[in-house]
């Protein structure tokens, strides 16, 4: 009798809060924060729920846990070029949150619940360090090392999670029910910044043209040297 072929032995990855985490930010990429459930998540890993219950206990634990994974590989990607001076690391971490924001629909409200509920956690800690070093490397006074990453930080969260914002909405269907394409969105608003009361808006009105075509990353950035440029007007000791 002829001998029988041993089948292949099925080699998996042993299951790992890593995975579990990483799976968690793939499923969340592709389904939002109602999808992530632990069914889906052990039919993602081939596994059984209570193999997950083991690492993470719940899903207030998972989704802090994918949040602060997606925030520590933002804050410490390589900048482009080199970053010559503490200015240019705060601009890299700025865009490397800002681009994650981008790139992860769920990350904006994520970071507001983080940030308000658990600032204890490993979040909000993480993109303070990654700001305050380098505000301390600016030569800021330390009276005022608190007030000047702070800062950096609300400028950094509030103009990447408003942007997100934007580029959902401009995603979505309009009025109509048909897509509208980002430059159709702004020449919208734009439109009807310029129908604004004269009297009530000159201001808004006066800007309005401006919002057309305009670079979401290039204005993020310029807010950003408004900020460092203020940081270093106001808290650098005198030399």
């Given at each position: 009798m002829a001998p029988r072929s041993r089948r292949p032995e099925r080699r998996q990855e042993p299951l790992s809060r890593e995975r579990i985490v990483t799976a968690a930010v793939e499923l969340l990429d592709t389904a939002g924060e109602r999808g992530l459930t632990f069914r889906a998540l052990a039919e993602r890993l081939a596994t059984g729920p209570g193999a997950i219950y083991w690492h993470i206990t719940g899903k207030a634990e998972l989704l802090g846990a994918a949040t602060d994974a997606v925030v520590a590989a933002a804050v410490t990607a390589e900048p482009t070029g080199t970053a010559d001076s503490p200015e240019d690391a705060v601009r890299a971490v700025a865009l490397g949150l800002f681009d994650a924001t981008e790139a992860h629909p769920w990350l904006a409200t994520q970071l507001a619940t983080q940030l308000s509920r658990t600032p204890w956690g490993t979040v909000a800690p993480r993109i303070f360090e990654s700001l305050g070093r380098q505000v301390r490397a600016m030569g800021v006074s330390e009276a005022h090392w608190f007030t000047a990453a702070s800062a950096l930080m609300h400028y950094i969260l509030g103009a990447a999670g408003q942007n997100a914002v934007n580029s959902a909405s401009a995603a979505s269907a309009g009025p109509s029910?048909?897509?509208?394409?980002?430059?159709?969105?702004?020449?919208?608003?734009?439109?009807?910044?310029?129908?604004?009361?004269?009297?009530?808006?000159?201001?808004?009105?006066?800007?309005?043209?401006?919002?057309r075509g305009?670079?979401?990353?290039?204005?993020?950035?310029?807010?950003?040297?408004?900020v460092l440029a203020g940081i270093a007007a106001l808290h650098r000791p005198a030399r």
């Open positions: 029910g048909r897509h509208v394409d980002r430059d159709e969105f702004l020449g919208t608003v734009s439109t009807a910044w310029e129908g604004l009361d004269p009297d009530e808006y000159p201001f808004t009105r006066a800007v309005a043209d401006q919002v305009h670079d979401d990353r290039e204005q993020f950035l310029a807010g950003i040297s408004l």
